[in-house]
């Protein structure tokens, strides 16, 4: 037994002296391999730069630099400058902020002497760090993903002139990336203003980048180089950088390249992110761009402007056609921005935080507010409207409404105080002017003291923020603290649906145009003071019943409202504040004082008291926040004639001229309009209900999950100087982030 033991001891020490022999071999090997190959490309240099920031740059004899120890370049002729020059463009700069970077570090520390090039010094430690010798410098191999990726465009504002169409493109599991694509043509060149950052990166093996993309070849197996220019008649491709890219860096010649050797199929502007730990959980902290989403835009995303390429015309534009994409749009995104207003051309915006809560929980949301379909109906305008289970839709996960049954559609007549308010609300699409604007025409029925009054409010709207364009939408919204609780339409669990065949945040057709044809869409909400639940309806008569706040929402509302506002309301950061004021309109975006064809305006104004008669408001008046900006009227146009309630304007910029108009004619030439864009594409199956798909990218322009659907907290104003004439009601304000201002026709009930 002792004899084994003795035998099974010396075995295991030959083992481990064995294995730490062949380590020690394994690393002298690794040691070789490594000063061979830090020989390779460390050439001789004729002078060394150390540079402050801890690198050193050779200068290294041109004709003896790392390219030519490629067998395709042996016989390569060096050429020093491209056979031709790129045309010239004179850019408009005026208002831009950023200053071009064409200064690197090294360059404060000293020059290479002339016939020499500046080549970064590989260390030893660089090798080090490298998953093998063979692969050092070179990106991890792309890894495609079991699926082909399909991205969505997401454009706040585009002008028509840009295609912003689905693209399928190859997605590789191991990289993430959010670019601006342009395909379809053979191109020479590329080329845009990059805005540099330093972001995050969270893992050893990640890396994170800003640049251009040319591509050639079959997916999955393309050529690319990434910034460049080719020289047509030489066939090589130029780097080229710098505030008029008039510095030359050097060339890929045309002996690396199969496709490339003639031109690129496709070009790309944008970042990406490498990393093991994208498109799965726990994902990468790793940042693209300045780490900020591309929606928050200048303020402080990364960007690319002055987008240009060169096809066979030879002439210096922006692309015919564009798209942008996202791997991954709730941890890195991308937008084309442009500005609507101004004759400037788009700037791409791009980025991400990486691992945050939308990178997340996003699914998540989108798993709550998507209920499962019976039936999806694709709209023309591009919404999906989900036919969902009456009893199954959002509303039920609110825990007050848990043994909450749905009812009949009932007509109110009694109750005291303000039970309902109806009006027939002229329809437009006012412009909007920055991404967090939003601009509406509609009824508030109100109770409770001050600022934290409960509310029901439907009417249309245009919130590019929320819904993704600048379309005209049905809305509804409640609240019962207005600072913390409530929604819009149905994106969190509240308004409880029952009408098969109209959908709230879908968008309305046909609209009002200025001169011409005019559509209004009756609205009225009513309450049941059987159940204490708000019915909503809208048509003609205001008989089609949409749905209804349930009485579980309310405290105050649960009996009546106090105040009863018809109107118009515009959200910005920039209003009642010194210039610039936003820009996005109210109404029709011309003043109240227009009048018919022109101002936005409500007519048949009524409301429902004790007395249990649909009537006109015994006693009104009207207010606006800002009159010089956006105005309210209630024009009485004759004798014994009921009035009509005008109001809007252009926000920045209102010019105070205007021609009263003819009220000869009476206003006969006004049109219903109840037809919702994704009814000409279907209709939903009896015991369900029509409600708009939340996409990824509508919760990701969001402020906050929590906050999706919402409007922005309100702050009284210090001092509202209302006119003497108006009613007098509380003005929100905050002078450094959310500001709200109505023209409305205020109905206050005297008790």
């Known amino acids: 037994m002792e004899k084994r033991v003795s035998m099974v001891l010396l075995l295991m020490a030959v083992f481990v002296l064995s294995d730490v022999a062949d380590a020690k071999a394994k690393a002298r090997g690794t040691l070789s391999g490594i000063d061979k190959k830090l020989k390779l ?15 050193i740059i050779n200068c290294v004899d041109i004709h003896k630099q790392p390219a030519f120890d490629n067998p395709a370049l042996r016989n390569h002729k060096i050429q020093m400058r491209p056979s031709f020059d790129l045309p010239t463009e004179k850019l408009d700069t005026r ?38 010798l063979e692969h050092f410098g070179t990106k991890p191999a792309n890894i495609p993903s079991a699926a082909s990726n399909k991205t969505d465009p997401i454009n706040i504002i585009s002008p028509p002139s840009i295609n912003n169409t689905k693209l399928n493109f190859l997605s590789p599991i191991n990289r993430s990336s959010a670019i601006l694509i342009t395909v379809g043509y053979n191109y020479f060149g590329a080329r845009g203003d990059i805005n540099i950052w330093n972001p995050t990166v969270d893992l050893p093996d990640d890396y994170t980048t800003g640049q251009i ?16 220019w080719m020289d047509t008649k030489k066939r090589n491709w130029w780097l080229k950088y710098g505030q008029n890219y008039d510095v030359v860096v050097g060339y890929w010649p045309k002996e690396l390249f199969g496709y490339m050797s003639h031109s690129a199929k496709r070009v790309e502007w944008g970042g990406e992110v490498y990393s093991t730990n994208v498109k799965k959980k726990p994902h990468t902290k790793t940042q693209m761009g300045s780490g900020s989403d591309a929606l928050t835009l200048e303020t402080s995303a990364a960007y690319i402007k002055h987008v240009r390429i060169m096809d066979y015309s030879r002439q210096l534009k922006y692309p015919d056609w564009v798209l942008v994409g996202s791997d991954e749009e709730n941890c890195y995104n991308a937008v084309n921005y442009f500005h609507r207003g101004h004759m400037h051309e788009p700037v791409f915006f791009f980025g991400g935080p990486g691992k945050g809560p939308r990178c997340l929980f996003i699914d998540k949301k989108l798993k709550i507010l998507n209920k499962p379909a019976v039936k999806p109906i694709k709209s023309e305008d591009g919404d999906i409207i989900d036919c969902v289970d009456i009893n199954k839709q959002p509303a039920s996960d609110h825990p007050a409404l848990r043994n909450h049954k749905i009812q009949s559609a009932i007509l109110v007549t009694v109750g005291y105080n303000y039970i309902g308010a109806q009006g027939d609300i002229n329809v437009w699409n006012p412009t909007v002017d920055l991404p967090d604007d939003y601009t509406t025409g509609q009824i508030w029925l109100k109770a409770g003291p001050g600022d934290n009054f409960e509310s029901v409010e439907a009417g249309w709207v245009v919130n590019p923020k929320l819904y993704g364009d600048h379309a ?53 909400m009513y309450l049941d003071p059987n159940t204490g639940n708000w019915w909503l309806k809208v048509g003609p008569k205001y008989e089609v019943v949409v749905g209804y706040w349930p009485k579980e929402l309310f405290g105050y509302l649960s009996h009546s409202a106090t105040m009863v506002e018809w109107g118009g309301e515009v959200y910005s950061t920039n209003v009642k504040k010194g210039p610039p004021h936003t820009k996005t309109q109210m109404g029709s975006g011309s003043i109240a ?4 064809g022109s101002a936005a305006s409500i007519e048949h104004v009524r409301i429902i008291d004790y007395s249990l008669q649909v009537k006109y408001p015994e006693w009104v008046g009207t207010g606006s926040d800002e009159q010089y900006c956006y105005s309210a009227l209630n024009y009485v146009p004759g004798y014994m004639v009921e009035p009509v309630f005008y109001f809007g304007g252009p926000g920045q910029g209102l010019v105070l001229i205007y021609q ?33 798909r ?37 003005t929100p304000f905050n002078s450094t982030k959310h500001q709200v201002k109505s023209a409305a026709n205020d109905v206050a009930n005297t008790l």
């Open 213 to 228: 993309w040319l591509k050639a070849g079959p997916v999955g197996n393309f050529e690319s180089i990434e910034a460049g």
């Open 660 to 692: 009263q108009r003819n009220w000869s004619q009476e206003m006969s030439h006004l049109q219903p309009m109840i037809l919702q864009t994704w009814q000409k594409s279907g209709s939903c199956p009896k015991g369900t209900v029509p409600i708009r």
């Open 95 to 132: 208002n831009e902020s950023s200053q071009p970077v064409i200064q690197q570090t090294w360059q404060k520390s000293g020059s290479c002497p002339e016939g020499t090039v500046p080549i970064h010094r590989i260390r030893k430690q660089d090798l080090l760090r490298a998953a093998s």
């Open 41 to 55: 490309l460390n050439k001789p240099a004729v002078k060394s730069i150390k540079s402050e920031d801890g690198d």
């Open 472 to 524: 005209t939408r049905l809305f509804a919204y409640w609240t019962n603290a207005y600072k913390t609780t409530g929604c819009f339409d149905i994106t969190c669990a509240g308004f409880v649906q029952t009408n098969p065949k109209l959908a709230l945040g879908v968008g309305l057709d046909p609209l009002s145009s200025s001169g011409g044809p005019q559509y209004y869409i009756p609205i009225g």
């Open 694 to 730: 939340i996409r990824r990218q509508d919760s990701f322009r969001a402020t906050s999950l929590e906050q999706f659907g919402r409007k922005p907290p309100k702050t009284p104003y210090a001092s509202n100087k209302a006119d003497p004439k108006s009613s007098l009601f509380a």
């Open 593 to 596: 004082q227009t009048l018919e």
